[in-house]
């Protein structure tokens, strides 16, 4: 077998959910079972890429496994890091495919914002991503695998670690349901990536027959991207995703199987002139005030005039954004104001676009 067969033929081990590599070790290697325990502290709790440095193993294992599997991390292309702290990684992947993930800094901890797809075919006409397209879905090791290597880098540069996670980057997740949720999975195994799923918040349109997959898996509670109170300022927004009715999401919402303490956070991107209005926030109010939800707002944030010197939209007055904040509270709607990070890098929500801006 030449080399570049070889290479072809491994196993990728960040691809493998906890279930997967026991298979591997024990009818693969043939070797007992905690050894996949071994392997699983190296890959997700230490990092370690590189066979020859898993101390605990026996030189022949060691051996084997450089024939057998590789461990691959997507490479960092360009690190950006913005006036204040956030650090936008453009990533490559096996294929040459390039994505990028971001690490914003929340006190003493990071929260990372995951890419799910390669693109996105969802079109959403405030963001940048849309415009790509789709060219294909991430695997798990690839959705993963910007975890270890944002670790890594926080860790050289010597910064605090990632402690929350956001499925909020490139794509949406619930087309790459399966992916997904082996992701979730693996989040959730003992002496693994320790950041459990509780902490990681998946975005998404809203798309019924997976959110009941979603939530019937126990995983995650999902954020939706919601973004106008009525079908018809949605199907203008978001013509994509409008496909669903509003009815017919909010009702599969009401379903969805929730903890005590869990709420349903529905997101709303305030576009200046377009969606932020009173008459707007009493229009969701009436969507949402009887709902078990939380709202959280997001000013839009134009790409920059280097990448698009006429954005479709443009950002919200604070004013506005103050009013319609108060207006939902005082509807008791639990809202929030998402601080928008790192816009001047272009990696705040809605501007990932390859290293644009
Ligand atoms: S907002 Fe999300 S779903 Fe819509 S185009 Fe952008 S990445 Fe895709």
Known sequence: MTDAASTLSKVDLLNLTRSELEAFVLEDLRQPRFRADQLWHWLWQRGVRDFAAMTNLSKDLKARLAQRAEIFWPGVDVVRTSRDGTIKLLLRLRDGERIETVLIPMGQHYTQCLSTQVGCAMACTFCSTGELGLTRNMTMGEILGQVVVGRAHLAASGLPTVRNLVFMGMGEP????????????????????????????????????????????????????????????????????????????????????????????????????????????????????????????????????????????????????????????????????????????????????????
């Open 174 to 357: 619930l087309m790459n349901l399966a992916e997904l949720l082996r992701s979730l999975e693996t989040l959730g195994s003992a002496e693994g990536i320790s950041i459990a799923s509780r902490r990681a918040t998946v975005s998404s349109v809203g798309i019924p027959q997976a959110l009941k997959i979603l939530g019937d898996s126990g995983l995650a509670v999902p954020a939706i991207s919601l973004h106008a109170p009525t079908q018809e300022l949605r199907e203008k927004l978001m013509p994509k995703a409008a496909h669903v009715p509003l009815d017919e999401l909010l009702g599969c919402l009401d379903r969805y199987p929730l903890k005590s303490r869990e709420r349903v956070t529905y997101e709303y991107i305030l576009l200046g002139g377009v969606n932020d209005s009173i008459v707007h926030a009493k229009q969701l109010v009436k969507l949402l005030g009887q709902r078990r939800c939380k709202v959280n707002l997001i000013g839009y944030n134009p790409p920059p005039p280097s990448v698009c010197p006429d954005p479709p939209y443009r950002a919200p007055e604070q004013a506005d954004v103050l009013a319609f904040e108060e207006y939902l509270r005082s509807k008791r709607i639990t809202t929030f104001i998402r601080r928008s990070m790192g816009q001047d890098i272009a990696a705040a929500c809605g501007q990932l676009k390859l290293l644009a801006g």
